[in-house]
């Protein structure tokens, strides 16, 4: 496939934003129960807005993608097939619990935590929406897996949370180890689950080849011409014309840059106590996941580009 | 159920892309509007097509077939692409199993475009929504076109016949018997979208000969003699000099 930058934009945007709000639920339950010291309030209300505005972000990005953005009103009606449409439904009512949530603790009003509970369930349901909508497309082999979701919750919550240690430690908040650990936890699981992904595209059998895509059992058949000798929808769409050179850079990039390098810049910033080290960790672990999804993206080879190999 | 189709003949078909032409020209000027081109004279031409002829080389030289292949949508009974569109725009109609996209209602996202592992949708780059082919939708049902012509404009077109166009669940429709008596088959049959739309294999073109079909069949006794060998100096038909 060729990466789109606004889908790219609007996965990990949301990821993060989901992740902030999972941490401030997760700190206010655990603070409840008397487990940790409880953040002031500027934390929890802080936090949501940030949270809404990566989600905003990101429903922005969505946008852009679209070729009739003003039709997009219409993407909810196909709820009960489509996960993009379930998506579409579920972004806005967790941008609404996400608001709800800054503002009732920002007034201080009672029953936050219900409300972060509900918040959480529509947030988890949005990370269900969001990986389907790729996990779903089974001749889509790159996508198609359990992992697809397994990281997009792990990565989400990996960036979000390194978001919410940066903002306790700019707040001069108490919980800034704890959720410090958190984060650095969730970063080392993120790197185990994307290269089990890793590992299991580099051995996948691709299903289709040209024999089923024309149906000749022959096992030399070359295409001599696609049919145009300029581009197409179906040469653009499908294809990132990128060495596979390229494409092992970048995967080593964001090997680093979302999960190594963020390791080592959290755990030195919780070891300084200096936020600035925990604000870079953020900012290199966001470049890094949409180099993450860049390749994931690129990575997924659809089986239609088995009609477009040659132009004549 | 019907369940409206092409079959084409790759036995048949020489890659003349008469059908892209045709079905291009008809769609282009329908109701639906144009299917838009750019840079059509110039360096990279690009467009917006429902229908592309392919052209594969199977085997090694010298032992090589080259295997002309028209694409378009296959209409398939199973359509992934439909079930993943969130307005509804794609669609596929109970009464003849056209797969249709509403361009009033797509919002242009491109998700089903991803979910067709054939890639024969595409999206027109200016009106901003996707298309495909419509089995020519507005002309099958148009009573005012003699009945001879209620076909897809790519069958009319084709100067070989390569194309077969009718009801595959009709056990009698033309489509159906030529899947049936020439091993008509589906593309990509692992994904289980099956497609209505079916090809004929390339075949071996023979002609068989039988020893009763040297002799007249209706000389049983063969009183028949050699004819007599007329002398040199006879006039015969093919000699002006017989006049
Ligand atoms: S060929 Fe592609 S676009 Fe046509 S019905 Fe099948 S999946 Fe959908
Ligand atoms: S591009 Fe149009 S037809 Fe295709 S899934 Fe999106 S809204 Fe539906």
Known sequence: ?312 | MTQLALVIDLNVCVGCHACVTSCKEWNTSGAAGFMSDDNPYDRDPTGTFFNRVQTFEVGEFPNTQTVHFPKSCLHCEDPPCVPVCPTGASYKRPEDGIVLVDYDKCIGCKYCSWACPYGVREIDEHQKVMKKCTLCVDRIYDTKLPTAERKPACVMACPTNARLYGDIHDPESVVSKAIRENAGYALMPEWGTQPANHYLPRRKTEMRIHEDELERADNPLKIDGRLPKPGIKDPSLDDVTSW
């Not at chain 1, 949270?51 to 997009?72: I, K, V």
């Not at chain 1, 009003?109 to 959480?120: H, S």
């Not at chain 1, 650990?181 to 970063?187: D, E, Q």
């Not at chain 1, 596979?244 to 190594?260: E, S, Y």
């Open chain 1, 1 to 312: 496939m060729n990466p789109a930058f606004s889908v790219i934009f609007l996965t990990t945007l949301l990821g993060a934003g989901q992740g902030v709000f999972l941490a401030l639920f997760v700190i206010e339950a655990r603070a409840a129960a008397g487990l940790l010291t409880a953040p002031s309030v500027m934390f929890y209300w802080m936090g949501s807005a940030i949270a809404l505005a990566l989600l905003a972000a990101g429903l922005l990005a969505s946008f852009l993608h679209l070729g009739h953005p003003e039709r997009a009103w219409r993407a909810a009606a196909m709820w009960r097939t489509s996960w993009l449409s379930r998506e579409v439904i579920v972004l806005p009512a967790f941008m609404v619990a996400v608001a709800g949530y800054g503002w009732a603790h920002w007034q201080g009003l009672p029953g936050t935590l219900w409300l972060g509970a509900a918040g959480a369930a529509i947030c988890l349901g949005l990370f269900l929406c969001t990986a389907m909508i790729y996990a779903c497309i089974k001749f889509l082999q790159e996508w198609a897996t359990p992992l697809t979701l397994v990281n997009f919750v792990v990565l989400g919550c990996a960036s979000g949370v390194t978001l919410a240690t940066a903002l306790a430690a700019v707040l001069d908040e108490a919980i800034t180890g704890i959720t410090g650990a958190w984060a650095i936890a969730l970063t080392c699981t993120g790197l185990l689950t994307r290269a089990a992904s890793l590992w299991r595209n580099a051995r996948l059998k691709p299903r289709s080849s040209l024999q089923t895509a024309i149906g000749v059992k022959h096992p030399r058949i070359v295409q001599k011409a696609q049919g145009f000798m300029g581009g197409s929808f179906n040469t653009r769409e499908f294809f990132h014309d990128r060495t596979p050179g390229a494409l092992r850079a970048v995967k080593w990039v964001f090997l680093a840059c979302a999960f190594v390098i963020p390791v080592l810049l959290l755990a030195a910033g919780l070891a300084t106590a200096v936020p600035v080290l925990l604000a870079l960790a953020c900012a290199v672990q966001f470049g890094g996941l949409i180099a993450e999804r860049w390749f994931f993206f690129a990575q997924a080879n659809h089986p239609q580009n088995l009609y477009y190999q040659a132009v004549s």
